[in-house]
């Protein structure tokens, strides 16, 4: 039986390539980047050339870089950061409904140290309007948080645009760029992004590393204390071979990046097309066209989506639910509700999510299982109509 992983947006295979640059951190090359010998400055070096390839993918300088533990830290360094450092300026947040638990819930956090939260809807589609952005800003608004694609149904945000709007209103502006980064083109400059959100294990990378890219000047508090690494805003000796790591992947993501969208694109289409014709009362979510190249969203009337992952999964398909990728939680996904979707319908929902390593010959075997999936479910499903 083939084995297919359609995951990506939960993690990615970390790239051989990858691997290989990091093997040497673990071993021969295993200093303290802080250290003054040679052991300290070959993996100080090491980190720095990272940085800069991370830099440069944003069209940032290198000292704009700050390397966390991955995307949940990134962005609590930066709300939290964000919030704290510039509180004597106002204490107004304004974020989205469909953002990840690690925004969203640090704005919960805020809210319970004194701050408000402004989580503004999004149409059926799951877009954030500009609009509604401007209308939500007051003189009070320090921090505007819209991620730039959404890690559910893909959906890409007018970043720029909320972005311009957050400045005119003397705002700072912070993106979750952790499913987005490699998947669109992001300039951290033209964008009008002070802050930004990435995370390595999302491109072929390993897990428990990421950054977060601060532009220079902004003021901004560390949520950790200790031994002032990385700019004084995230002590802790740095994780030099998840970082080679990071650097590594970001290198290769680069590289191939027109490609490989292009290649993710068309199997994308191949799959909504393919799942939309055969497979009676399916619906996409999320936006038809300004999605994620590698990011498919279905839901199916009368079939729970857990049911169905673990359906696919006897067929050796890996997919998700529409909920979280991070919990095991069985509550409808609040970007499903966000969006409009009623409860029973966002339960029978599926994510399929690519990679470069993807090919179309497991695309073609997925499209000739689903209809088949589905079928059985509906036939023991105990509700037939809504
Ligand atoms: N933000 C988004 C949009 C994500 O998809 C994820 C991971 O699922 C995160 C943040 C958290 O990243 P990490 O797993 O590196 O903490």
Not at 126 to 134: L, N, P, R, T, Y
Not at 175 to 196: C, E, G, H, N, R
Not at 291 to 315: I, P, S, T, Y
Request: contains cysteine; charged residues 25%; hydrophobic residues 40%.
């Amino acid at each position: 039986m083939p084995k297919v992983y359609f995951d990506n947006s939960a993690t990615t295979r970390v790239d051989p390539k990858v691997v290989e640059a990091m093997l040497p951190f673990f071993d021969e090359k295993f200093g303290n980047a802080s250290s003054l010998h040679s052991f300290g400055r070959e993996a100080q070096e090491a980190m720095e050339e990272a940085r800069r390839i991370v830099a440069k993918a944003l069209n940032a300088t290198s000292r704009e870089i700050i390397f966390t533990s991955g995307g949940t830290e990134s962005d609590n360094l930066a709300i939290q950061g964000i919030a704290f450092a510039n509180k004597d300026r106002g204490n107004h947040i304004i974020t989205s409904a469909i953002e990840h638990h690690a925004v969203l819930h640090t704005c919960r956090f805020l809210e319970s140290q004194g701050f408000s939260v402004t989580y503004l809807p999004v149409s059926s589609e799951g877009i954030v309007s500009e609009e509604a952005v401007k209308e939500a800003m007051t003189r009070q608004t320090i921090l505007v948080s819209v991620m730039a694609a959404n890690n559910e149904i893909g959906t890409i945000q007018p970043i720029r645009a909320i972005g311009e709007i957050a400045h005119d209103y003397k705002a700072l502006f912070h993106t979750d760029a952790v499913q987005a980064f490699l998947k669109m083109p992001i300039d951290v400059f033209k964008d009008s992004i002070d802050l930004l959100s990435i995370s390595a294990h999302k491109i072929h990378g390993p897990k428990g590393v990421g950054a977060l890219y601060v532009r220079n000047g902004t003021k901004i508090r560390p949520i950790m204390y200790g031994g002032g690494h990385e700019r004084g805003l995230r002590s802790s000796t740095e994780n030099v071979s998840g970082i080679v790591g990071l650097g590594k992947a970001v290198e290769i993501g680069r590289g191939n990046m027109i490609e490989d969208v292009e290649r993710m694109k068309a199997m994308r289409e191949r799959i909504i097309d393919g799942v939309l014709h055969r497979i009676p009362d399916s619906y996409l979510n999320g936006h038809r066209y300004k999605r994620l190249c590698n990011n498919a969203n279905f839901r199916f009337d009368f079939v729970e989506g857990e049911a169905l992952v673990l359906q696919l999964d006897m067929k050796g398909i890996a997919t998700s639910t529409g909920s979280a990728c991070s919990t095991k939680d069985l509550e409808p996904s609040h970007v499903l509700l966000a969006c409009g979707i009623r409860p029973e319908q966002a339960r029978g929902s599926l994510r399929v999510s690519l990679s470069r390593m993807n090919t179309f010959e497991e695309v073609n075997y997925f499209l000739d299982v689903i209809p088949d999936a589905v079928t059985t479910l509906r036939k023991i499903s105990p509700i037939k109509s809504w």
